[in-house]
């Protein structure tokens, strides 16, 4: 199993800059791919960044530009910078961890998400 534990969130002005991370612990080796969620109150979840094991990224169109996500292998750590911060971006960040079976705890062929437990970004104008 895969225990995630987010850390960095806060309240920043408009224009302003943050820093998530997200420390991994547990069956970290069989982590194929990890990414940032978000979820604005009244709002679904939704994906803001996500980078697999081999270092692709992806992000949300609305994020494009803004913010970078990556990862310290050696640390085990996912990180979101988050530059030009906007109100918009205000709501509660997950990280998320997505392993392959088998591997750890999971004896067969199976795809497993796991979550942390949110960290809280606003954004004030």
């Known amino acids: 199993q895969v225990q995630l534990v987010e850390s960095g969130g806060g309240l920043v002005q408009a224009g302003g800059s943050l820093r998530l991370s997200c420390a991994a612990s547990?069956?970290?080796?069989?982590?194929?791919?990890m990414g940032w969620y978000r979820q604005a109150p009244g709002k679904e979840r939704e994906l803001v960044a996500a980078?697999?094991?081999?270092?692709?990224?992806n992000y949300a169109d609305s994020v494009k530009g803004r913010f970078t996500i990556s990862r310290d292998n050696a640390k085990n750590t996912l990180y979101l910078q988050m530059n030009s911060l906007k109100p918009e971006d205000t709501a509660v960040y997950y990280c998320?961890?997505?392993?392959?079976?088998?591997?750890?705890?999971?004896?067969?062929?199976?795809?497993?998400?796991?979550w942390g437990q949110g960290t809280l970004v606003t954004v004030s104008s």
């Open positions: 547990g069956d970290t080796i069989c982590i194929s791919a």
């Open positions: 998320n961890a997505h392993t392959l079976g088998p591997c750890g705890v999971v004896a067969r062929e199976e795809a497993l998400d796991a």
């Open positions: 980078i697999t094991s081999g270092g692709n990224t």
